[in-house]
């Protein structure tokens, strides 16, 4: 059965919004066929790229932070189940998607549930996109622009190297990243379109790894590092409470689910999605256990909530500054290519969302061009004027992650409705509920009150 055979079966709502691979090379004729006759699919390398620029993006940069938390060794444990566990809903994913021959995350979902799962699903992926595009931009600007808080103006790379002047400030700074880079990769209608921008993405990722991990080693030889903390400290019962704030960073480290079927669609050979999810996992956890274990080696007790933060300070080490500017400078551009891959998942979602019974976006350029003019114009004003907005989607995105990677996998298997579920893939997506639902919880309590908790400060001094 091939996959345009299995498109044509189901209903219109349900199909993908981008053409697959088969589908552009089929006997349709037209524009649409020509313009993609010599797209043959998408390589191994660059399926594994776009997927992994998909997983890494600003949550990195929260890992060393629960390390302070949990502690060396439970928070390293914790990174690799948290891969293991996202392995395995991907895995439950695609293969209730192959039983329905299902082309989208989307028509899955529909299988199941009908009409308001598939549109569930939509809408999460767009809260949390957009959400988490937002924060992308907040942050390009505070790293390039600077930013200021409780009083205090952090200066920004472009700052520190030329002045303060109009030309680097924050809106026009994000501007010319929304016009020169966003922009034109955002009018790329193939996810394998943006390979090679992933694979700089991924790149700059190793970067900052590499430069975090050789300060560390530096000051270790030294000795201006002590012995980092391997268990947590539990004196109290509110360290206990503290334990589970660490809980939904891990969960929603891995988040990729939204993009595995594009990516899919577009491969040269699909059984080669497993080993291209497996790989990318592979890489990312790399990244990521590189990066929490260096990040908390270096700062310690004193890593931030954002470990970019440190490196705004002296490191103690020959070409401190320097060091500190390639790290910025590094994670700003990786923000930035990150970005479109995204915005892609953005744009198919919405579209499906407000048109369901229109043709293939990539076949409608005006429906295309003002969907991508539209989408860009209200992140960039929402990250320029609404900077609080990061509070915001602390609630929203927090929770519409973890029902993207966990709960609607893991309801699709329990729902079963072709009767493929072993128990054991019941049991796994009890787990899975269990767990993404307590980590909503507590990201939802801890951030209402730390917000609620400031708001109170002032006039408890």
């Not at 891969?83 to 209730?96: G, K, P, V």
């Not at 992308?136 to 600077?146: A, E, N």
């Not at 920004?156 to 034109?184: A, K, M, S, Y």
């Not at 002296?314 to 070409?319: E, F, K, M, S, V």
């Amino acid at each position: 059965m091939t996959t345009r055979g299995v498109t044509e079966r189901l209903p219109e709502s349900s199909q993908p919004l981008l053409p697959t691979k088969q589908r552009w090379e089929g006997d349709d004729g037209g524009a649409e066929a020509a313009a993609f006759h010599e797209f043959n699919g998408a390589s191994f390398a660059g399926a594994v790229f776009n997927l992994s620029t998909t997983i890494v993006g600003a949550g990195i940069m929260a890992l060393p932070a629960t390390m302070k938390v949990l502690g060396l060794v439970p928070g390293l444990v914790m990174i690799v189940l948290a891969a293991f566990l996202t392995d395995a809903s991907i895995e439950l994913l695609m293969r209730f998607s192959r039983v329905v021959g299902a082309p989208s995350y989307g028509a899955v979902m529909g299988d199941a549930f009908g009409w308001w799962g598939r549109r569930l699903l939509q809408v999460c992926v767009v809260v949390n996109n957009v959400g988490v595009m937002i924060v992308y931009m907040i942050i390009i600007g505070d790293v390039l622009s600077g930013t200021s808080s409780g009083g205090e103006h952090h200066y920004g790379v472009l700052e520190g190297w030329f002045g303060t002047h109009w030309w680097n400030g924050r809106f026009f700074v994000l501007l010319v990243t929304t016009l020169g880079v966003f922009t034109p990769l955002a009018c790329f209608k193939r996810v394998d379109s943006l390979s090679y921008t992933s694979a700089i993405s991924v790149a700059l990722a190793v970067v900052f790894v590499v430069i975090t991990a050789g300060i560390a080693i530096v000051k270790l030889i030294r000795g201006q590092i002590p012995m980092p903390k391997l268990f947590p400290a539990i004196p109290d019962l509110t360290s206990v409470w503290e334990l589970f704030t660490a809980v939904p960073v891990l969960v929603t480290a891995y988040v990729c689910h939204y993009n595995v079927h594009p990516i899919h669609n577009e491969l040269k050979e699909s059984s080669q999605i497993k080993p291209i999810v497996h790989t990318s996992l592979a890489l990312c956890s790399t990244v990521y256990i590189t990066t929490s274990f260096f990040g908390y080696l270096l700062f310690g007790e004193s890593t931030l909530a954002d470990v970019l933060a440190n490196f705004d300070s002296n490191l103690g080490i020959p070409y401190s500054s320097v060091l500190n500017d390639a790290v910025r400078v590094s994670y700003a551009v990786h923000l930035m290519l990150v970005f479109p891959m995204i915005f892609h998942a953005l744009r198919l979602n919405l579209d499906g969302l407000l048109f369901s019974s229109a043709r293939p976006l990539s076949s409608d350029n005006r429906r295309f061009a003002v969907m991508t003019a539209v989408l860009l114009i209200v992140i960039f004003v929402s990250a320029n004027f609404i900077p609080s907005i990061w509070d915001a989607f602390q609630f929203t995105g927090a929770t519409a992650a973890v029902c993207i990677a966990f709960i609607f996998p893991a309801a699709i298997t329990l729902k079963d409705a072709h009767s493929i579920a072993k128990k054991w893939d019941k049991i796994l997506a009890v787990v899975m509920i269990v767990l993404a639902v307590a980590s909503n919880v507590v990201a939802v309590y801890s951030d209402a009150y730390s917000i609620f908790h400031k708001k109170s400060a002032p006039s408890s001094a």
